[in-house]
Structure formats: C-alpha cells, structure tokens
Nanobody, 122 residues
Framework: VQLQASGGGLVQAGGSLRLSCAASGRTFSNYVMGWFRQAPGKERDFVATITRSGGSTDYADSVEGRFTISRDNAENTVNLQMNSLKPEDTAVYYC????????????????WGQGTQVTVSS
C-alpha cells in the first residue's frame, strides 16, 4: 500500500491542524493505521492508531484529549485532527499501515508515508 500524507504547516500555539493520509494500491480496510512523529534529533514516536473498522483508537499520553484519529474506508483516508497544539508537537508527522493488530511500536508498521512537517510557534 502506498501512503501520501498532507496537511502540515506552521501554526501558533493553541491552534489546530488536520493531517490527512491517502492510501492506494491495496485494500485499505485490511490495514491498521497509525500516526507517528519525529522531532529533530529524536526517535520516531507513536502518536495514535486506529483499528481496521475505525471502532477503536489508542493515543500517546502526550496527545490524549487533544488529537483525534479517524478513517474513511470508502475514501481510503486516515486523518489526524490536532487541537490545542503546543510547541513540543513540532515534528515531521508520518502515517503508517500495519497488517497486524493495533500497536504503538513503529516496527510493526510495514508501510510509511513520506511525512509532513508540523511547526508550532510559541
């Protein structure tokens, strides 16, 4: 499956952004989807994941209550609504697809998008 992330940009602290990831090439609903992020000089960190049906989600503690992951299997997209953004949310955000169950480990995701930059100014 090929993934294309979009929607990043520059926003002030307290603002909102909505990231989207478009999938193609395989049956989208067969994949668990996740969002990860990587700040300069740091490892790639888990942000959120959603089950194949969209019925269950999981979030990193740092974004719980501020970010919402969703998917549209008819449109082959997964989204990340980010509210109340903080400067520490600044990173390149990646969408990823897994053939296995929902998980926080990046190693469980075989397919990755190219990343989209999110910058939050203070």
């Amino acid at each position: 499956v090929q993934l294309q992330a979009s929607g990043g940009g520059l926003v002030q602290a307290g603002g909102s952004l909505r990231l989207s990831c478009a999938a193609s090439g395989r049956t989208f609903s067969n994949y668990v989807m996740g969002w990860f992020r990587q700040a300069p000089g740091k490892e790639r960190d888990f942000v959120a994941t959603i089950t194949r049906s969209g019925g269950s989600t999981d979030y990193a503690d740092s974004v719980e209550g501020r970010f919402t992951i969703s998917r549209d299997n008819a449109e082959n997209t997964v989204n990340l609504q980010m509210n109340s953004l903080k400067p520490e949310d600044t990173a390149v955000y990646y969408c990823a697809a897994s053939r296995y169950g929902p998980q926080r480990a990046a190693g469980g995701y075989a397919y990755w998008g190219q990343g989209t930059q999110v910058t939050v100014s203070s």
